[in-house]
């Protein structure tokens, strides 16, 4: 995909996101490689729902320094190109403070309760990473160990980061996290969440190479990290 192309794409995600109150102001940032040595990024101080093409900034990833553009880059840029060079499966990444999910993290919760099909099948669970000073080389270093089972990281206290292969697809990982905290949320309240039996999950997890998913996903681990916490079900 020419930049061009790819900075109209952003535009549109940045404008999906601030529709879908996923982002308030300036916050929120999105990216994608243009190819193995750059990335384009929105720039900093920027509302995600007032964006122009011409404004995003391409980086040279293995410097982190602007090569076309004015302007600064996001300041969580440090997390989306540490990413990128951890996972090089990975081409657009959306960090942004959907209320819900942002809730769980804020209440130190993790999205990780095997209770809705989709979800096991897409992403498997959705972890909560320990707090890191946004803007800052803690918050990449408390992402690391979830990088490679996950393509969706709540951020302690702060908000979640999406990870796909397209802007669309990171897009469509940020919504299933909030969706995912609306009704955890909603059955919480209600005042149960019924999981699914270790059985049922294995055949979810079994059938992402029948809808030919791809991804990072914790696969049968998942049942692992359930038995360790003591809930075999």
Do not use: W
Not at 10 to 22: A, C, D, K, L, P
Not at 118 to 130: D, F, K, Q
Not at 167 to 189: G, H, N, P, Q, Y
């Amino acid at each position: 995909m020419n930049k061009i192309t790819l900075a109209h794409e952003i535009v549109e995600i940045g404008r999906r996101i601030y529709q879908s109150g996923f982002v308030a102001a300036n916050d929120g940032n999105i990216s994608a490689r243009v190819d193995e040595e750059h990335v384009m990024i929105t720039p900093s101080g920027v509302s995600k729902g007032f964006m122009k093409a011409d404004s995003m900034l391409l980086i040279h990833l293995a410097s982190g320094e602007v090569v076309d553009g004015v302007g600064r880059p996001s300041t969580e840029g440090a997390m989306h190109f540490d990413i990128y060079k951890h996972r090089p499966d990975v081409r657009a990444i959306v960090h942004a403070h959907p209320p819900t999910a942002t809730g769980f993290a804020v209440a130190g919760i993790p999205l990780d309760q095997l209770a809705m099909p989709e979800l096991i099948v897409s992403m498997g669970t959705i972890p909560l990473a320990p707090y890191g000073t946004p803007g800052t080389a803690e918050l990449p270093e408390t992402l690391r160990p979830f990088y490679e089972e996950h393509d969706a990281i709540l951020l302690a206290n702060h908000g979640a980061v999406a990870m796909g292969r397209t802007l669309t697809e990171a897009l469509f990982k940020m919504e299933s996290v909030e969706m995912c905290a609306k009704i955890l949320f909603t059955a919480r309240m209600l005042g149960r969440v019924r999981e699914l039996p270790d059985e049922q999950v294995n055949k979810l997890v079994e059938a992402r190479s029948f809808y030919g998913l791809q991804g990072a996903h914790p696969g049968k681990k998942i049942i692992q990290q359930r038995r360790d916490k003591g809930e075999k079900k």
